[in-house]
């Protein structure tokens, strides 16, 4: 892409800025924090030719007249360096060492520094972020932990000023309406110091990321997809807030009730007291291990089956129904259906959208996450509610539900309509439908829609690709029911005889064993997608054995005459190159992916060349996990262990498969992402396998067409991948297309 900036640049000018607000930047976002009237430069500092700049506007009321070179460069930090200390309205010699050409980096200059800048100083300049660097090489992306982790050097201490130093608060008595705190010289001195050391940490940092490839045009998209942003529907959010807060405080008050005061707003958070209140019933709330438990799955499981078993058996009592209705009420005043609204009303800009939404590489195979707004875990409507939308946002010109009235004052009346719609025995509550509107909120700016596309089946088929499984792909390739016929063997009956719940265990299967799934967590794994295996009278390991049996190639084989173990397979095929490959430092090959060591980093180049790094890789004996779960013997075997984010790590088979799988995955996305961004289509956000893409009214549904014809097309580093994509026009984001909208598949276009 061309006027990329140049990531191999030798020697950028490394920036760093401290900064003065009224605004909490964790809850408002950066580029509301950068725009805010209260928002100002307390420190900018420099490296610019390896001298140290340092500039304090002229309102910072300190003096600082005494202060050396020698005073501001970190004490723990050695050699020192020369710094030069500037005042004024303008950092006017620092610039004079700058020209057009230079290119300046900071960390989290994307989401921070770039923007102060620009805002407050002369634009024009590139920049690099060392963020992304860090992310890629498999490393935390905070400075502090890198700082420790590869130079042995950590933030200075005076970072505990920051809050004390930054925080300012409205105030009617000051022109500028805000007042700021009064800064004594020590602490400013001290906090310049931490300033300088925060470049001094980038510069060295810098050459640490030579050995990482970056992808340029990824970044590039992603910043331009961050800098677009996606409109919110600003009316929609407040009333879903105080539709939500009202809903919960309607729960509390009727546990108060029901409980004749014992537990309230002040106490209905707190574990203990809800069990003792329980207890006074003789109910306790306990986990498979009899632990007293409130977390919500195990509550719902306790609402979903209110007996319990006394005398092993003998007797079955029912649960007095206060109880459930107590528990039932509580989860729902403890959901946060009104802060995650809040979170993304406080993050619209004054152009009335939302920016800054994702993470670049946050998870360790390279898909991104969310920042503020949480867009990659937005609550999935239940299936009773999930046509709603568009009736209550007035999409619809028969609507069963009354439109939602944005604009009603009395809370309680929108309240009451929507709860005489609920049914009585549905188990849907006020709150449900709340949640339901929080994806629907971001919506196409006037005169465009979104087009909206996923991958279908994305991961089974990536899995099967690497593996070479040619019983999946050749279904995948002609279009065969794959679910349909595995549940065929599952269950030993024909095609014609496979049920709907027979289908869905299937399904479970092909899409969640591929990495090793074992009988256990299958069983949880169906149970949480709504798969019966009692009911269909199959067990997990009749389902597990039949798709290790029948997809050899990601499972492996059993020998003639042994029924043990397995030998083959993708999964001990790469589990076998990791340790090789840590063991003795050679590179091995498997899965259609190198496995190489360097500087004590295990690397994995995917098909796509992206490298998967795992640093300071070894290997240890330590107890597989699996040994707990299945209650085989504790011993010690020995296992590939790396440093992650968190601690040390293990990697095995199974874990290995998932992330090779899900970041070629995440490189298919992004490859289509700046295609789709090279001819002008708008992607306005990606939530895992799907693209939004806000394009013009007029010719919207030749926009989807082009959008799922590029998410169908296979790059030719995976050439062979059978991809297929499907997609509709919306003017919201939704998980369906309204009535009338258009659908158009991988084959054929048409309407709902």
């Given at each position: 892409?061309?006027?990329?900036?140049?990531?191999?640049?030798?020697?950028?000018?490394?920036?760093?800025?401290?900064?003065?607000?009224?605004?909490?930047?964790?809850?408002?976002?950066?580029?509301?924090?950068?725009?805010?009237?209260?928002?100002?430069?307390?420190?900018?500092?420099?490296?610019?030719?390896?001298?140290?700049?340092?500039?304090?506007?002229?309102?910072?009321?300190?003096?600082?007249?005494?202060?050396?070179?020698?005073?501001?460069?970190?004490?723990?930090?050695?050699?020192?360096?020369?710094?030069?200390?500037?005042?004024?309205?303008?950092?006017?010699?620092?610039?004079?060492?700058?020209?057009?050409?230079?290119?300046?980096?900071?960390?989290?200059?994307?989401?921070?520094?770039?923007?102060?800048?620009?805002?407050?100083?002369?634009?024009?300049?590139?920049?690099?972020?060392?963020?992304?660097?860090?992310?890629?090489?498999?490393?935390?992306?905070?400075?502090?932990?890198?700082?420790?982790?590869?130079?042995?050097?950590?933030?200075?201490?005076?970072?505990?000023?920051?809050?004390?130093?930054?925080?300012?608060?409205?105030?009617?008595?000051?022109?500028?309406?805000?007042?700021?705190?009064?800064?004594?010289?020590?602490?400013?001195?001290?906090?310049?110091?931490?300033?300088?050391?925060?470049?001094?940490?980038?510069?060295?940092?810098?050459?640490?990321?030579?050995?990482?490839?970056?992808?340029?045009?990824?970044?590039?998209?992603?910043?331009?997809?961050?800098?677009?942003?996606?409109?919110?529907?600003?009316?929609?959010?407040?009333?879903?807030?105080?539709?939500?807060?009202?809903?919960?405080?309607?729960?509390?008050?009727?546990?108060?009730?029901?409980?004749?005061?014992?537990?309230?707003?002040?106490?209905?958070?707190?574990?203990?007291?809800?069990?003792?209140?329980?207890?006074?019933?003789?109910?306790?709330?306990?986990?498979?291990?009899?632990?007293?438990?409130?977390?919500?799955?195990?509550?719902?499981?306790?609402?979903?089956?209110?007996?319990?078993?006394?005398?092993?058996?003998?007797?079955?009592?029912?649960?007095?129904?206060?109880?459930?209705?107590?528990?039932?009420?509580?989860?729902?005043?403890?959901?946060?259906?009104?802060?995650?609204?809040?979170?993304?009303?406080?993050?619209?800009?004054?152009?009335?959208?939302?920016?800054?939404?994702?993470?670049?590489?946050?998870?360790?195979?390279?898909?991104?996450?969310?920042?503020?707004?949480?867009?990659?875990?937005?609550?999935?409507?239940?299936?009773?509610?999930?046509?709603?939308?568009?009736?209550?946002?007035?999409?619809?010109?028969?609507?069963?539900?009354?439109?939602?009235?944005?604009?009603?004052?009395?809370?309680?009346?929108?309240?009451?309509?929507?709860?005489?719609?609920?049914?009585?025995?549905?188990?849907?509550?006020?709150?449900?439908?709340?949640?339901?509107?929080?994806?629907?909120?971001?919506?196409?700016?006037?005169?465009?829609?979104?087009?909206?596309?996923?991958?279908?089946?994305?991961?089974?088929r990536g899995a099967a690709w690497l593996a070479d499984e040619s019983k999946m792909l050749d279904?995948?390739?002609?279009?065969?029911?794959?679910?349909?016929?595995?549940?065929?063997?599952?269950?030993?009956?024909?095609?014609?005889?496979?049920?709907?719940?027979?289908?869905?265990?299937?399904?479970?299967?092909?899409?969640?064993?591929?990495?090793?799934?074992?009988?256990?967590?299958?069983?949880?794994?169906?149970?949480?997608?709504?798969?019966?295996?009692?009911?269909?009278?199959?067990?997990?390991?009749?389902?597990?054995?039949?798709?290790?049996?029948?997809?050899?190639?990601?499972?492996?084989?059993?020998?003639?005459?042994?029924?043990?173990?397995?030998?083959?397979?993708?999964?001990?095929?790469?589990?076998?190159?990791?340790?090789?490959?840590?063991?003795?430092?050679?590179?091995?090959?498997?899965?259609?992916?190198?496995?190489?060591?360097?500087?004590?980093?295990?690397?994995?180049?995917?098909?796509?060349?992206?490298?998967?790094?795992?640093?300071?890789?070894?290997?240890?004996?330590?107890?597989?996990?699996?040994?707990?779960?299945?209650?085989?013997?504790?011993?010690?075997?020995?296992?590939?262990?790396?440093?992650?984010?968190?601690?040390?790590?293990?990697?095995?088979?199974?874990?290995?498969?998932?992330?090779?799988?899900?970041?070629?995955?995440?490189d298919i996305m992004a490859s289509h992402l700046i295609e789709l961004e090279n001819i002008g289509?708008?992607?306005?956000?990606?939530?895992?396998?799907?693209?939004?893409?806000?394009?013009?009214?007029?010719?919207?549904?030749?926009?989807?067409?082009?959008?799922?014809?590029?998410?169908?097309?296979?790059?030719?580093?995976?050439?062979?991948?059978?991809?297929?994509?499907?997609?509709?026009?919306?003017?919201?984001?939704?998980?369906?297309?309204?009535?009338?909208?258009?659908?158009?598949?991988?084959?054929?276009?048409?309407?709902?």
């Open positions: 892409m061309n006027g990329l900036p140049d990531w191999g640049c030798a020697n950028p000018v490394l920036v760093d800025f401290e900064t003065q607000s009224a605004v909490d930047i964790k809850e408002a976002g950066a580029r509301t924090y950068v725009e805010h009237p209260s928002t100002r430069i307390l420190i900018l500092a420099a490296c610019v030719d390896d001298v140290f700049h340092v500039w304090i506007p002229d309102y910072i009321k300190v003096n600082t007249d005494s202060w050396t070179s020698k005073s501001l460069w970190p004490y723990q930090i050695k050699p020192a360096k020369e710094v030069r200390l500037y005042r004024g309205t303008s950092p006017t010699e620092l610039l004079s060492c700058l020209t057009t050409d230079r290119t300046l980096c900071a960390h989290n200059a994307y989401g921070f520094d770039r923007q102060i800048w620009n805002r407050f100083l002369p634009c024009g300049f590139r920049w690099l972020d060392t963020l992304p660097l860090a992310r890629q090489s498999g490393r935390n992306g905070k400075l502090d932990s890198l700082g420790k982790n590869l130079l042995g050097i950590g933030k200075d201490h005076a970072k505990k000023l920051l809050p004390k130093l930054t925080t300012a608060h409205a105030s009617y008595w000051f022109n500028d309406g805000y007042s700021y705190p009064q800064i004594n010289n020590g602490d400013l001195q001290a906090f310049t110091r931490y300033a300088v050391g925060d470049v001094e940490l980038l510069r060295r940092l810098w050459s640490e990321f030579d050995s990482v490839k970056v992808e340029a045009d990824v970044i590039h998209v992603h910043d331009t997809i961050n800098s677009r942003g996606i409109e919110a529907d600003a009316e929609l959010l407040e009333c879903v807030e105080r539709l939500s807060l009202f809903s919960v405080g309607e729960a509390v008050n009727e546990i108060k009730r029901l409980t004749r005061g014992k537990l309230h707003e002040d106490n209905i958070r707190s574990g203990k007291q809800v069990q003792e209140w329980l207890e006074t019933f003789g109910v306790q709330i306990t986990d498979d291990s009899g632990n007293p438990c409130l977390r919500k799955e195990i509550v719902q499981k306790f609402i979903d089956s209110p007996y319990v078993l006394e005398d092993n058996l003998t007797a079955v009592t029912e649960i007095p129904p206060v109880c459930i209705d107590v528990m039932r009420l509580r989860m729902k005043a403890l959901r946060i259906t009104d802060a995650k609204v809040k979170r993304a009303r406080s993050r619209i800009g004054r152009d009335s959208r939302v920016r800054d939404l994702f993470a670049y590489h946050n998870a360790h195979t390279g898909r991104w996450s969310s920042y503020g707004v949480n867009i990659h875990n937005l609550p999935r409507p239940k299936n009773a509610i999930a046509g709603w939308v568009e009736h209550l946002l007035g999409y619809s010109t028969d609507p069963p539900i009354p439109r939602l009235d944005v604009h009603e004052k009395d809370i309680r009346k929108v309240y009451d309509s929507i709860k005489a719609h609920i049914p009585d025995d549905s188990g849907i509550t006020v709150d449900d439908v709340c949640s339901l509107l929080i994806r629907p909120s971001f919506c196409a700016k006037e005169g465009h829609t979104f087009a909206i596309a996923d991958y279908a089946q994305v991961e089974a279904a995948f390739r002609e279009g065969r029911d794959l679910y349909r016929e595995f549940a065929s063997k599952v269950f030993h009956v024909d095609l014609k005889d496979v049920t709907k719940d027979m289908r869905q265990i299937a399904k479970s299967a092909v899409l969640g064993c591929q990495y090793g799934l074992g009988y256990d967590k299958f069983r949880i794994y169906a149970a949480n997608n709504g798969c019966d295996l009692a009911k269909a009278n199959v067990t997990s390991e009749e389902v597990i054995n039949a798709y290790r049996n029948e997809y050899t190639k990601l499972a492996g084989w059993k020998p003639k005459g042994n029924d043990s173990f397995r030998i083959g397979g993708l999964w001990k095929e790469v589990d076998k190159a990791c340790k090789d490959c840590v063991s003795t430092s050679v590179p091995q090959n498997a899965g259609k992916c190198v496995f190489l060591i360097e500087s004590k980093d295990l690397k994995i180049v995917l098909p796509s060349g992206r490298e998967l790094w795992y640093p300071n890789a070894r290997i240890e004996d330590i107890v597989p996990p699996y040994c707990y779960t299945m209650g085989l013997p504790l011993n010690p075997k020995a296992t590939v262990v790396y440093d992650g984010e968190h601690g040390p790590k293990s990697l095995y088979g199974g874990l290995l498969v998932e992330n090779i799988t899900q970041a070629m995955c995440r289509l708008n992607p306005v956000a990606h939530v895992h396998d799907e693209i939004l893409c806000e394009v013009p009214l007029n010719g919207a549904e030749e926009s989807l067409r082009t959008m799922v014809r590029i998410m169908s097309t296979v790059p030719t580093w995976c050439a062979g991948i059978p991809l297929a994509c499907e997609g509709f026009v919306c003017p919201r984001f939704n998980k369906s297309a309204f009535r009338g909208g258009y659908k158009y598949e991988t084959k054929d276009l048409t309407h709902v």
